[in-house]
RNA sequence: GCCGAUGUGGCGGAAUUGGUAGACGCACUGGACUCAAAAUCCAGCGGGAAACCAUGUGGGUUCGAGUCCCACCAUCGGUACCA
């Protein structure tokens, strides 16, 4: 084989020289905006993962600008964030530094893989050109109030003295010390993305995305209409709401319980259950959400020693705080039902609470309790015998009008938490003033540079407070000494916005042009992993909803179509990492093989939904392939030079042709939808017909000959742009093969010859009767009713009933 | 736990969306070429002698189910400070 890493070299030297990738904003063709989710330059190379993604999705750009589209395919880097800190922590070396140097490595392998990006539209999240905008975005959504500070709690390492991951806790212990982790309250930023709770949830419904993942989405946002109660002491001494689906199940209430973090709990516990109350408390503050929410776990809880009034029925019930129930869901309270609601249940029986049931089924059939459903209402005073639907309305109205509660739609979606006491990160561009509060840094002001020179080994405070340079400034309003703020945005926030950076990545003057974006948004196709189904690409698009309220920008939703590529697990099965030893590099198949023999592979080899665990077994069989194909140009441009074509298209000619034609139809089809895998087949189908072609005739058709490789060659090229290339240059063409127009199918040239029409007795295939493909299916009903065969079938069985799906599939139904 | 997926030959994977299960390829077997090997080319290739049996397991709907419904099992992703 000819082709090899050489190869990929003279394209790439070639392209880069030429300008082939470069984007022409003035253009004139049809815009198509296609992108990939950037890369965190964690690891110092592109792993097979990257690959994965990365190759097939530079593929489906390069057949988007054959078919004509003037393609703009950015490519950038996520370059904040956790790991280049936790690296410089161990090793000492500054984020800066290798994160710098990790984008530089990758983006000359992103070269080397052959990706079409133009890098003059690219960003880097961790550069004060791009960080100055996110700043100025921040200040944007504070002005408008979608930006504001609350307590909210962290996970703390009392002997580490920091803030740690969620990933850095283990089993409610520190991954660094084994400290058991608490969880503590600090001031914090959040973006107001509640705000948007219904919008994110409509806005679903008209995007081209996975189901799957719009799923996720309109569970996580979590909509659930119900009714907020208020339930008061026993001498109006106090009071809260409690929000429950199920109101008409309120009469048989019998405790309360209330979230062991809320502030109320202070107040109302009494003097003698103060004791259990804080060892309680204590206790949950070591517990993450995940084991609080199991259902599994046995629930726990204590009394705290008060009562409230039931508003519906004036009956005096405890109220106790279990870790089930959560602050930051619905109101952090929750009135008790245990004849009605399996948890509450369970709860009563270990505590002894009394159980009331007020809901029975309709129709009187046998029930166990806890009884969940539905049903006709019991004990419930002026509202026995309602049915629950009926009652929900009723109780809710009544409650609303005496001002003791009120229909509510609550939403399981909270605010964004946005702040980070970390360094690498863009500095909050806020001030903390003691006359004035909190004051936006000025925009002329922008960016707050983070600075490089900071101690960010975990000390118990915020690495930029230990800056004193940093930290120290004039507050803009009244010009006193004043602070800056010391944490830094969530990386989330850089990767929320960057789509409208790429097409006006070097505005010194705006984050965006509005002209520039509103032509170039949204992005048409957007590849990235599914694991970012609720959380980068549900804040994605709040941000693009929030820009466009605050008038910078004119369109609804970021990704009109969005595909998820699958993961590449290790030869094991397992996800790859370092710590298992199973991590596979594609450099070395790079380097035996050609970048392209590679592309190709992992594009054929798997489902690109899908991915699976890597095998390397069929890779030399790749590499055969274009072999074969090496031979083939070579046997058209020599051996067969001198040889004349004979011109008639006879039967063989159009088989040929039947095949080329419907290998554009399906290549076409699957390259639009992402499946590389059958694209690539009908690819090597076409191969075996032309081979076929030469093989069987001695007198062929030379000029049809060369016309289908040349269209072949055309239809290889963005999954192998490399190869491609040298193939179209020894066909003796001078310009690049990527200048060339995608193949289009010639209708009258797809269908011909004969198709075989499936017998079935009962549903089990018989027999196939072979008919002409084109002949009307009233036609090839006639001709299967005449087959000799078909007519003994009709002896043989008691034929009941015929089924004929038109041109398809004939069947009989026959008694046995 | 909750939410979302996935499960098809020895292997990677196809299947016109309810209509011939196993396209394309790997591996394997036989043959041609060769002194021989490699490469290449040709043929075969789910199981079974056949009737038939086969798409994670068990039910169901249908003339017909990999595809739809119910229950279960296994694996993977997310679960709000990994990105």
Redesign the pocket.
């Known amino acids: 084989m000819n082709y090899s890493k050489e190869v990929d070299k003279k394209w790439q030297g070639k392209w880069k020289k030429e300008g082939l990738y470069k984007y022409n904003p003035d253009n004139k063709k049809e815009k198509f905006y296609t992108m990939e989710?950037?890369?965190?330059p964690?690891g110092a190379k592109l792993h097979l993962g990257h690959w994965f993604n990365f190759a097939p999705a530079d593929s489906f750009a390069r057949f988007k600008k054959m078919q004509g589209y003037n393609v703009f395919h950015p490519m950038g880097f996520?370059?904040?964030?956790?790991?280049a800190?936790n690296y410089a922590i161990k090793t000492g070396i500054h984020p800066e530094d290798s994160t710098r140097k990790n984008i530089e490595t990758m983006k000359r392998q992103l070269e080397e893989m052959g990706g079409s990006y133009d890098w003059d539209y690219s960003v880097e999240?961790c550069m004060p050109e791009y960080y100055k905008w996110t700043q100025w975005i921040f200040i944007q959504l504070y002005k408008a109030g979608l930006a504001y500070k609350k307590k909210?709690p962290?996970?703390w390492c009392d002997s580490c003295k920091t803030?740690?991951?969620?990933?850095?806790?283990i089993d409610c212990k520190c991954e660094r010390c084994g400290t058991v982790v608490k969880r503590k309250k600090?001031d914090?930023w959040f973006f107001k993305?509640t705000d948007y709770a219904e919008e994110l949830l409509e806005g679903l419904k008209d995007l081209d995305w996975?189901?799957?993942?719009k799923?996720?989405q309109?569970?996580?946002?979590?909509k659930s209409k119900g009714t907020e109660i208020i339930f008061k002491g026993e001498n109006n001494e106090y009071q809260f709401k409690v929000f429950t689906t199920r109101p008409d199940t309120v009469f048989g209430v019998t405790y309360v319980v209330l979230a062991p973090e809320s502030a109320i709990v202070q107040k109302i516990t009494t003097e003698d259950q103060k004791e259990v109350v804080e060892k309680y408390i204590e206790n949950t503050l070591k517990l993450?959400?995940?084991d609080r929410?199991?259902?599994?776990?046995e629930k726990t809880g204590v009394f705290t020693g008060s009562y409230v009034i039931n508003p519906v029925n004036g009956e005096k019930v405890p109220v106790w705080i279990a870790d089930y129930v959560l602050e930051?869901?619905g109101t952090g309270a929750v009135m008790a039902v245990p004849a009605h609601d399996t948890r509450d249940y369970a709860f009563a029986k270990k505590y002894n609470l009394p159980i009331k049931e007020v809901v029975i089924p309709k129709d009187d059939e046998d029930y166990e309790l806890p009884y969940t459903n539905y049903g006709k209402l019991i004990n419930s005073g002026k509202y026995t015998g309602l049915t629950s639907e009926e009652a929900k309305k009723m109780i809710t109205k009544d409650l609303s009008e005496k001002n003791k509660g009120q229909e509510t739609i609550n939403?399981?979606?909270?605010?964004?938490?946005?702040?980070?006491?970390?360094y690498?990160?863009a500095p909050i561009p806020i001030i903390n003033c003691e006359k004035c509060g909190t004051v936006p840094v000025p925009e002329k002001d922008l960016p707050v540079l983070l600075p490089y020179d900071v101690e960010f080994t975990p000390d118990g405070e915020s690495p930029l407070k230990k800056s004193k340079e940093f930290m120290e400034c004039t507050c803009p309003n009244c010009g006193r000494k004043a602070t800056r703020e010391a944490?830094t945005l969530?990386?989330?926030v850089?990767?929320s916005w960057y789509e409208l950076r790429y097409p006006d990545a070097k505005n010194t003057e705006k984050a965006f042009d509005r002209q520039t974006i509103d032509k170039m948004a949204p992005v048409d196709v957007y590849v990235g992993?599914?694991?970012?189904?609720?959380?980068?690409l549900?804040y994605v698009r709040f941000m693009t909803k929030a820009l466009r309220d605050l008038g910078y920008l004119d369109f609804d939703e970021p990704f009109k179509k969005l595909i998820h590529q699958?993961?590449i697990?290790g030869p094991d099965?397992?996800?790859m990492s370092k710590s298992k030893g199973n991590t596979v590099s594609p450099d070395e198949y790079i380097d035996q093989y050609g970048a392209d023999v590679f592309r190709m592979y992992i594009m054929?080899?798997?489902?690109?939904?899908?991915?699976?665990?890597w095998?390397d077994?069929?890779i030399?069989?790749?590499s055969?392939?274009f072999?074969?194909i090496e031979?083939l140009v070579e046997t058209v441009t020599n051996e067969l030079k001198d040889i004349p074509s004979n011109d008639e298209i006879g039967l063989k000619e159009k088989e040929l042709l039947r095949v080329k034609n419907q290998t554009i139809k399906s290549m076409t089809e699957?390259i639009e939808?992402f499946?590389f895998?059958?694209a690539?087949?009908?690819?090597?189908?076409l191969?075996?017909s032309i081979?076929?072609y030469i093989?069987d005739n001695d007198k062929m058709n030379k000029n049809l000959l060369i016309e289908v490789i040349e269209d072949f060659i055309r239809l290889l090229s963005p999954l192998a742009p490399h190869f491609s290339e040298e193939m179209w240059e020894q066909l003796g063409k001078a310009q690049s093969v990527y200048e060339e127009e995608w193949p289009k199918v010639n209708e009258a040239q797809l269908t011909g010859g004969t198709?075989?029409?499936?017998v079935?007795?009962?549903?089990?295939?018989?027999m196939?009767v072979s008919v002409d493909a084109e002949a009307s299916p009233e036609k090839i009903l006639t001709a299967i009713k005449s087959d000799s065969k078909v007519k003994e079938l009709f002896n043989q069985y008691d034929v009941q009933?015929e089924?004929y799906?038109p041109g398809?599939?004939y069947?009989?139904?026959v008694k046995n």
């Open positions: 989710m950037f890369s965190y964690s996520d370059a904040f964030g956790l790991p800190e999240t909210a962290v996970n803030v740690l991951a969620n990933e850095q806790v600090l914090q993305i996975p189901e799957s993942t799923k996720v309109v569970n996580w946002i979590g993450n959400e995940i929410l199991s259902t599994e776990r930051e869901y939403y399981r979606l909270k605010d964004w938490l946005v702040s980070r006491q970390r690498w990160g944490d969530d990386t989330f850089c990767s992993g599914k694991e970012h189904a609720a959380m980068h549900i699958g993961m697990l099965g397992n996800k054929f080899g798997f489902d690109y939904r899908k991915g699976g665990p095998d077994k069929g030399d069989a790749m055969k392939y072999s074969r031979r699957d939808d499946r895998n059958t690539i087949a009908r690819n090597m189908e191969l075996n081979n076929t093989r198709k075989e029409i499936p079935q007795v009962n549903g089990k295939l018989k196939c009933k089924i799906v398809r599939i069947n009989l139904v």
